[in-house]
């Protein structure tokens, strides 16, 4: 199986869904003649021209907002944002206008608008371009939340999402960017909402997603090998919908739980999760949930300090100690 | 037209500035039949005994949150929504009783939803500054001011993308044009040609602060900084509104360009009907607007002038919009509440729809 780049992967499936349907539009900041910040939509606008592969200004409760209204009109806009950062000077739009402009009206309209782009921490960029706001946006019923680890998991389930018709929020990595990974040549879709054991364990379950899975499989390996200890890691891959169930499956095979996540601890993805394994698994558990998350502080831009304020393989294999202690 | 401010020749100027009808012969309005008129008029005094039947239900608590009254501003949304063709689309803020029933939506979904019920038009989820119909091209009714003009250019943009003749009106009030949000969607109609009439219903006050004491220079001028058309007229007087309009839609439809047009009109009522009213302006102010310039009155004594009717014919038209009203509210009364099982539906287009779904996992949280 051909081995591609996480960004290479996010671009194919771009292409692939533009190519099937002509009412999907890619737009943002820099996404066409530039060829994307993140070079992921490079190529795009040469093969697929200005009208479909659109240069917006900095501007992004314009952009966003414009884009949602012409997916109530069937207009299919994956819309990127440079960083997931700026969410915030369009939030009114992501979170008031997409979020619930189906409910409002009874279901009369749906937004099938996708907004991807990086969010993650690790790059040095300080606290305003360093947000995970994975939970914010998931706590706003009417949305769906991704956030592929692999070269794999986001093409099919970007291509998945850009099918789907409620708005879907998708966020990459930018050091996952040049991650490389088995893809086939042939078409593929990943359902959203189903979780991947990317590594199978009996001692304890790691339940991740994102980067932090690539940590927690680091970390597993070498508990394997220094610990003789056994690590399931589960990678989400979709935060809303949740595939708890194989969650759930691992906790009963296990019954131990660490949740590691790239989020500040207050209120995360683990918070909820934490809450549903012990609501749904509490006679399964052998001792309580743990969680490693991001130090709880805005994200520092000291280069080697920002490393340990995240989640990191060293981390992940104290973490897993400490749970098994 | 050029995109140098305002050459429109309908635009308000000081020369016969206020005299009643005298658009009556602007082509748009010289093509109206009898029956045309005396329909604007008809569902300019719809609109009006709907909202009072609406207040009165209010006072009789009988709708929860907030109700903001279009009364006195009638004419604006009236004049501006006959002028819709197949391809063109509306949207606007939480003062949206007016330009629904100016779409032509029915007054019994309308007034259910204020009641909450699920025979409302939003099946009791959305309240009344959330109305909607994409079947009449309406596409809401949106709560945060300014919130909805990004979304007014992207029907502006399917529009165009889809390669139809057509235009999106998008709606917003004075206090809108201080926000963000706002700027931004003037600057992508312009940079992209977007077929987008942004009409700012000028009523003077931004919530309770006057115009003067929350918006620097000329609302509509602010156009010429992206190099947009712009142009102004009185909104008390539907065939202006109609005769101005018409000039800039036609151009959004056939070039494709956009324009601010600032409607200076004038709201009876407090912002919402929470607001006492009484701290901003004076009631005189109010009741001379009515005595001169009530766009329901003036269009009635224009058409009597005009011969196209009677006194006694106004008089029927305004029977049976009061009938209307109060065949709406009894509707509202004895129509059911949604239940709680109908909370989580709406949500999802996928969850109504479990047939084509595709996601798997949980989508609702307890």
Redesign the interface.
Known sequence: MPQITYREAIRHALAEELDRDHNVVVMGEEVAQFNGTYKVTEGLLAKYGPKRIVDTPISEAGFIGMGIGASMLGVRPVMELMFWSFYSVAFDQILNNAANVRYMSGGQINCPIVIRGPANGGTNVGATHSHTPENVLANHPGVKVVVPSTAYDAKGLLKSAIRDNDPVFFLENTILYGEKGEVPDSEYLIPLGKADVKREGKDITIVTYGRSVLHSLAAAERLAKENKISVEVVDLRSIRPLDIDTVLASVVKTHRVLIVEEQKPFASVGSQLAYMIQREAFDELDGPIHRLATIDAPAIYSPPVEIEQLPNPNRVVAAVLEALA | MSKKPTASPVTKDAAGASEPGRHRQAPINAVLSQEERIELFRVMVRIRRFEERSLRAYQAKKIGGFLHLYIGQEAVAVGCCSLMGKHD?V?TAYRDHGHAIAVGMDTKPLMAELYGKIT???????GSM?Y???SRNY??????VG?????????????K??GLKGAAMAFMGDGAVNQ??V???Y??AA?WDLPVIFVVENNGYSMGTSQARSSAGDLARRADGYHMAWGTCDGHDVYEVRSVMNEFLQRAREQSKPAVVEIKTYRYRGHSVADPDKTYRDKSEIEEYQRTKDPINVFRSILIADGVFTEADAERIDTEARNEADIAANFAEASPFPTADDI???????V??PEQR????????T
């Not at chain 2, 990004?150 to 529009?159: D, F, Q, R, V």
């Open positions: 689309h949207i409302g038009c939003s099946k009791g989820k959305g959330h909607f119909d994409p596409w809401g009714g949106h709560g945060i919130g909805q003009i990004p979304l007014g250019a992207g029907l502006a943009y399917a529009i993308y889809k963000g949000a700027h931004e969607a600057n992508l940079l989580q539906k709406d949500v999802y287009w996928e109504d729809h595709t996601s798997q996992g949980r989508l609702f949280f």
